[in-house]
């Protein structure tokens, strides 16, 4: 017997939501057959199956468990009968009697039940109905005793409450044929008298939710800000979009960006660790997250190993992890492992953001949009710059106000003077 938990599918996950299982429940799985979906704090993962065997599901659609509950269990194999009582008497005729009754009573029934299907009654033994028959019943509101039952000896079954709900269920229940088990629909927001709406936070919104008041509340954090002369950056950019061509990819402005703060990472360790556990701990790798707007959240994939690689390399893949973001499609390995964030709202117009920091890293940098200034040069002559904002929020607990500016003034640097960031 194996039994199977909620899995920890991410590195941040406490728990998770059972959407849908892809075998029935009595169904014979084979190690690796994808075995459940289930939604996490990051994505939709599918799990598979760690042994062979019959499958008894514990664990309905809908359910949210922590990590390490159990959700299943995998058999050696279908479960045999329990073997009739022996007669108390070889040659009792009552015995005899009783044992030819059950083997009657046996070879009657019209099938074995599903696993996780047999009857039980209600508290006064008015009604039998399957185990996910009465959940079922209790979410979608259905009197078991108003139904007249279609399993064995009058057994209310699932199809039963299902068909009393007005709900669809997948065909007859069968080893080979995937399982998707609807699950409860939203209860429907009732607005306050004042007639103001009110929505639930889908389970995303809620850990985002969360961690940025655990953020709020247990980190130390501080700003630094500086303005950047982007007109070098953006000449730059335009002859690389000279050179990539009609169909080829061109940095961003937010990729510049990228790369320069995991080329200024790389010089300031610091700002590329963490706090965890009283502890420093600085990684020898510079994973750069950047935050993409989903429908209903805000999702930091996550750019590994930003420093070494080029501004085409790193444009390509921003662009991939973002078309997976917003089509939903991205997976907890491509959210996890950042060392440092880029938040950037200047698409939008803003001239600043103070973002909050990506527990448990050092730092969070906030990009505001490139705008046409007029200012006074060393000279003293009046002269057109396009200066973008920089707002570097810290975790004072690693990074204080000396070192976290000079890792800012790197990021300008290299951002004014552009060419490092193509080397």
């Not at 939604?39 to 199956?49: H, I, L, S």
């Not at 994973?287 to 930003?306: E, H, K, S, W, Y």
């Not at 992890?321 to 698409?347: C, K, Q, Y």
């Not at 973008?388 to 300008?412: K, P, S």
Request: proline content about 8%; glycine content about 8%; aromatic content about 2%.
């Amino acid at each position: 017997m194996t039994d199977i938990t909620m899995p920890k599918l991410s590195d941040s996950m406490e728990e998770g939501t059972i959407l849908s299982w892809l075998k029935a429940d009595g169904a014979t799985v084979a190690e690796g057959d994808e075995l459940v979906e289930i939604e996490t704090d990051k994505a939709n993962m599918t799990y598979e199956a760690p042994a062979a065997g019959t499958l008894a599901i514990l664990a309905s659609p809908g359910e949210t468990l922590r990590v390490g509950a159990p959700i299943a269990r995998i058999g050696a194999g279908p479960e045999a009968p329990a073997p009739a009582p022996a007669p108390a008497s070889t040659g009792s005729a009552g015995g005899a009697a009783a044992a030819a009754a059950a083997a009657a009573a046996a070879a009657s029934s019209p099938s074995p039940p599903v696993v996780g299907e047999r009857s039980s009654a209600d508290g006064n033994g008015a009604v039998a109905a399957t185990p996910i028959a009465r959940r079922l019943a209790t979410v979608h509101g259905v009197e078991l005793g108003t139904l007249s039952g279609t399993g064995p000896r009058g057994r209310i079954m699932r199809a039963d409450v299902a068909a009393a709900a007005g709900i669809a269920l997948p065909p007859a229940l069968a080893p080979a044929a995937p399982v998707v088990a609807p699950a409860a629909p939203p209860a429907a927001p009732s607005p306050p008298a004042d007639g103001v709406e009110v929505r639930e936070l889908t389970r995303l919104q809620q850990v985002v939710a969360r961690r940025m008041a655990e953020a709020k509340a247990t980190v130390p954090e501080f700003q630094v800000q500086t303005e950047v002369a982007m007109d070098a950056a953006l000449a730059l950019r335009a002859r690389l979009k000279e050179a990539a061509g009609e169909g080829g990819v061109v940095p961003s402005v937010n990729d510049l960006i990228v790369k320069a703060s995991a080329l200024a990472l790389r010089a300031h360790p610091l700002a590329n660790g963490s706090y965890k556990d009283g502890r420093f701990e600085l990684h020898p790798r510079v994973n750069v997250g950047i935050a993409v707007a989903a429908q209903d959240a805000l999702v930091v994939p996550t750019i590994v190993d930003a420093d070494t690689r080029s501004l085409g390399a790193i444009a390509a893949e921003a662009r991939r992890l973002a078309g997976r973001v917003r089509d939903g499609s991205i997976t907890p390995p491509e959210l996890s492992g950042g060392t440092f964030t880029v938040s950037n709202l200047g698409m939008y117009g803003m001239t600043a953001i103070t973002p909050v920091i990506n527990v448990p890293q050092a730092a969070i940098l906030g990009v505001g949009t490139a705008r046409a200034t007029l200012v006074r040069d060393a000279e003293g002559e009046v002269v057109d710059r396009h200066l973008m904002t920089l707002t570097l929020t810290c975790d004072h607990r690693i990074l204080y106000g000396a070192e976290a500016a000079q890792f800012l003034a790197t990021i300008r640097d290299l951002l004014e003077r552009p060419l490092q960031l193509a080397l």
